[in-house]
């Protein structure tokens, strides 16, 4: 199981930042991404980061500047930093870990955590 944490509400141009980690298996042998999904909407992926032996991250074109994903093996936690957020923004985001390189297919997860929700708002 993967648990989300540190989402909230926040104004538009703050930051926040998430946190996903496991009690159950070690982060590191894989690729971890964050994905969202908004009301109405389907879910995306937004930032991945493979497993430690190469640490390559990716990013959603729309966020590329603003977000940056992060691992620290000795917390066995990923990091979604999110900096200038925007309403756009808004969404439950997810992580999601593969035993394969990163992908931005849903399929392609083998375990998900429960979302925590982002909510950009003045």
């Known amino acids: 199981q993967l648990v989300e944490s540190g989402g909230g509400l926040v104004q538009p141009g703050g930051s926040l930042r998430l946190s996903c980690t496991s009690s159950?298996?070690?982060?590191?042998?894989?690729?971890i991404a964050w994905f969202r999904q908004a009301p109405g909407k389907e879910r995306e992926g937004v930032s991945c980061?493979?497993?430690?032996?190469?640490?390559?991250?990716y990013y959603l074109d729309s966020v590329k500047g603003r977000f940056t994903i992060s691992r620290d093996n000795a917390k066995n936690t990923i990091f979604l930093q999110m900096n200038s957020l925007k309403s756009e923004d808004t969404a439950n985001y997810f992580c999601?870990?593969?035993?394969?390189?990163?992908?931005?297919?849903?399929?392609?997860?083998?375990?998900w955590g429960q979302g925590t929700q982002v909510t950009v708002s003045s």
């Open positions: 999601a870990a593969s035993a394969h390189s990163c992908s931005w297919s849903t399929n392609d997860y083998h375990f």
């Open positions: 980061i493979s497993s430690s032996g190469s640490n390559t991250n």
């Open positions: 159950d298996f070690t982060l590191g042998y894989y690729a």
